[in-house]
């Protein structure tokens, strides 16, 4: 076995100098993470919504969507704390593109030290929004580029049994989303979840270092292995296993993509999310434990509506703002639900 080096990555340093944080930015970023704790912990009564591309490419429409999705999100934050997926790694089942960190430019060779600064610089305009960001942990070794920028990172499905990934949650600063694996098993989700939230050890460079776990690690729900996982069975199921296992901060965030939108015949429509969003809601509206326990949501949203296959465009030919991986929402129907969402939630408050 053998491989080709390609490219030199750049340090943290220079990538962190050529494109720094600023103070003010920083200290918001700290209020934001502060804000989802609270929720979390059960201290803000608010809602928290993580939404935006599946695949945070290209650059300038994922800029766009967060110039919209920003007032949107100042004005719904009584009941709704809003976060953008700014998610620039993409896991493959087998095999395709795999994001703009890795391939920025998807119809030319992978090149990760542009897409490191592509990515920084596209997270950094996003957050000038006055958004708070959220990205998927695929490959840890990448995330001290970016790990200053966020306010919720995910563990993914593929990953939340790995190891590397449960001991670097435990160590960072801010709230990870820890989802079930593929199989929709929830009880292993919650064994990663106690993971993440218990002490362990790693190297950093030439260190030996001891993380202090991570409180606010929580259950994402996102289904599996065909089907959905979210249904009054599933949440009483969960409610009770986050008490018996002595989760701290017992919280459940509700992915309503991935296999939670499976029809009937068991495809995937990116349509019923809306659906989803409500059926969810009405549990959560008919057992206060669920309500409680329930501290947000996971969505999938772009300019336009739908998604496009890669394999099958060309520069010239791309639609810009749909994405290129998941179906989304388009915006119409994300500043639809989001609204209705925030509605429903005082209304139920009241």
């Given at each position: 076995m053998s491989h080709i080096t390609q490219h030199t990555l750049p340090t943290h340093a220079e990538v962190c100098t050529r494109l720094p944080l600023s103070p003010e930015l920083r200290s918001k970023i700290e209020q934001d993470r502060l804000e989802i704790e609270n929720i979390l912990m059960g201290r803000d009564p608010r809602k928290f919504m993580i939404i935006g591309p599946c695949s945070s490419w290209p650059s300038e429409e994922v800029v766009e969507y967060a110039r919209r999705l920003a007032p949107l999100a100042e004005e719904l934050q009584d009941v709704i704390k809003i976060v953008m997926r700014t998610y620039i790694q993409k896991p493959r089942t087998i095999a395709g593109w795999m994001g703009p960190l890795v391939q920025p430019d998807p119809f030319a060779e992978p090149h990760i030290p542009t897409?490191?600064?592509y990515c920084r610089e596209m997270m950094l305009q996003v957050l000038e929004t006055g958004l708070p960001i959220a990205d998927e942990i695929l490959f840890p070794r990448y995330q001290s580029y970016f790990r200053d920028l966020l306010t919720w990172a995910a563990i993914g499905a593929r990953s939340s049994e790995n190891q590397e990934h449960r001991v670097v949650a435990s160590l960072l600063e801010f709230p990870i989303g820890v989802k079930n694996p593929t199989s929709g098993s929830i009880p292993i989700g919650i064994n990663s979840v106690l993971a993440c939230q218990t002490p362990n050890f790693m190297a950093v460079?030439?260190?030996?270092?001891k993380t202090s776990g991570n409180p606010c690690a929580h259950l994402v729900l996102r289904g599996g292995n065909g089907n959905h996982n979210i249904g009054q069975e599933h949440l009483e199921q969960t409610v009770q296993l986050l008490q018996e296992k002595c989760v701290q901060n017992p919280s459940v965030v509700i992915d309503i993509s991935h296999d939670n939108t499976r029809d009937e015949n068991g495809v995937k429509q990116y349509e019923r999310q809306t659906e989803v969003l409500w059926e969810t809601l009405d549990?959560?509206?008919q057992n206060p434990k669920i309500m409680s326990t329930v501290k947000g949501w996971m969505a999938e949203s772009f300019l336009e509506e739908g998604s496009q296959n890669l394999a099958k465009c060309s520069h010239?030919?791309?639609?810009?703002?749909?994405?290129?991986?998941?179906?989304?929402?388009?915006?119409?129907?994300?500043?639809?639900?989001?609204?209705?969402?925030?509605?429903k939630l005082r209304t139920t408050s009241s």
């Open positions: 897409g490191i600064f460079a030439e260190n030996q270092v549990i959560m509206s010239d030919s791309v639609i810009p703002g749909k994405s290129v991986t998941d179906g989304c929402l388009g915006w119409d129907a994300t500043q639809d639900l989001l609204i209705t969402l925030a509605h």
